[in-house]
């Protein structure tokens, strides 16, 4: 199928040479006619993209006046789920005899989102900010992206890191020996070769969309289309429908601008979160308070198994009112940096406190 002709309907999976070495032809050759029921998927998920992107902020209406409605929504959604900097003193209050868990995503969270993937790099001042806070608190990033990839943004052996949305944690322990040793876990581990197949295949397929990109982050393949033209968002779904429906152990997850395939096993950010605060022992709610930062729909994984938990507290990062099982929010990266220097000052505080009593 040749995309820059502008064919508007992908119906089959193109099936390479390359490809025929890695996935059996029977597996990929579609029916040249999308059913009804693709239909609907393809219509569902373009619908829900396009409810993800909303327009911009714009800073005045259309006479110049400034967008009161915006700020008004924003206002009274901050009502329901306040600022986590104003609340502070509050969520302090909630900490007095606990000891703090931090758990952080990275993109939207301690970077900016731009449109490269590969350039959504930690400014020095943010990785200041978690090197600090990691110096009082043990502190976990839960990221989707692949776990090594993660950690070369971040760049700081002190922390946990999950990658591939949790499917992937590696957690320092201390071995008989005394000396530390990686404990790795990976519940996805045997997925490993079809994630392999399934990337190489949409890379292939892909590739003539202009401004698709398609990213390997281990045991989950993540295509984007935030620099796709919005009338090719149909292409970009139909090819990961067609991957969703030869491979059905696999499922696919909607983020910012970009549709997620992963393994269809139940271990998502908030499994991860339970998982670390098991391995850390720190599960006891009486003696730790865990605060997860995060942007995205992955994150409210994470956020509900808190609220189920009522052992503490998800902020969502989101600069627009949005649905969420956060309790509070943070605007954006350096509304991040904010709360994670209050939470510096305030340990230094206590500590202080303590010697001089
Ligand atoms: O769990 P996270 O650490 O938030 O990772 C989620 C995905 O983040 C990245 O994509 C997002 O950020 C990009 C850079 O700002 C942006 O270009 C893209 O549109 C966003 O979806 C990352 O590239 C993905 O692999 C992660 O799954």
Not at 53 to 68: L, T, V
Not at 311 to 324: A, Q, R
Request: net charge positive.
């Amino acid at each position: 199928m040749d995309v820059k002709k502008g064919c508007p309907v992908v119906t089959e999976i193109p099936y390479t040479a390359e490809l025929s070495a890695i996935v059996p032809r029977r597996k990929m050759v579609k029916s040249p006619v999308p059913s009804k029921v693709d239909d609907a998927i393809v219509n569902g998920w373009i619908e829900a993209m396009r409810c993800s992107s909303p327009p911009r902020k714009k800073k005045n209406g259309p006479d110049h006046s400034p967008s009161i409605d915006v700020d008004c929504e924003f206002r009274s959604w901050q009502a329901k789920c306040p600022s986590a900097l104003t609340s502070f003193d509050k969520i302090m209050m909630h900490a007095e005899g606990r000891k703090i868990a931090l758990f952080l995503d990275y993109d939207g969270t301690l970077s900016h989102i731009v449109d490269d993937p590969d350039k959504a790099v930690m400014t020095k001042k943010m990785r200041a900010a978690v090197k600090d806070v990691a110096k009082f608190f043990p502190t976990a990033i839960v990221s989707g992206r692949s776990r090594d990839k993660v950690f070369e943004f971040v760049k700081l052996t002190e922390l946990y890191y999950a990658g591939s949305h949790g499917m992937d944690i590696m957690v320092p322990e201390i071995g008989s020996t005394n000396k530390k040793v990686d404990n790795l876990f990976q519940p996805a581990s045997e997925f490993l070769p079809m994630m392999d197949e399934v990337f190489r295949f949409l890379i292939e397929s892909t590739k003539g969309i202009e401004g698709c990109k398609v990213e390997n982050n281990k045991f989950c393949v993540s295509v984007h289309y935030r620099n796709v033209d919005e009338k090719d968002w149909n292409l970009v779904v139909q090819y990961v429908n067609n991957v969703a429906k030869v491979y059905p152990k696999l499922r696919v997850t909607h983020g910012r601008k970009v549709l997620e395939i992963r393994p269809l096993i139940d271990w998502d950010k908030g499994k991860a979160v339970e998982f670390l605060l098991e391995s850390l022992g720190l599960t006891n709610s009486e003696t730790v308070l865990p605060i997860y930062i995060g942007d995205d729909r992955t994150d409210e994984d994470a956020f509900k198994v808190l609220k189920k938990r009522n052992c503490g507290y998800g902020i969502l990062v989101s600069s627009v009112p949005k649905e969420t099982d956060a309790v509070f929010s943070l605007k954006d990266p350096s509304e991040v940096m904010a709360f994670l220097r209050l939470l510096v000052r305030y340990k230094k505080r206590q500590s202080l406190n303590n010697e001089e009593n």
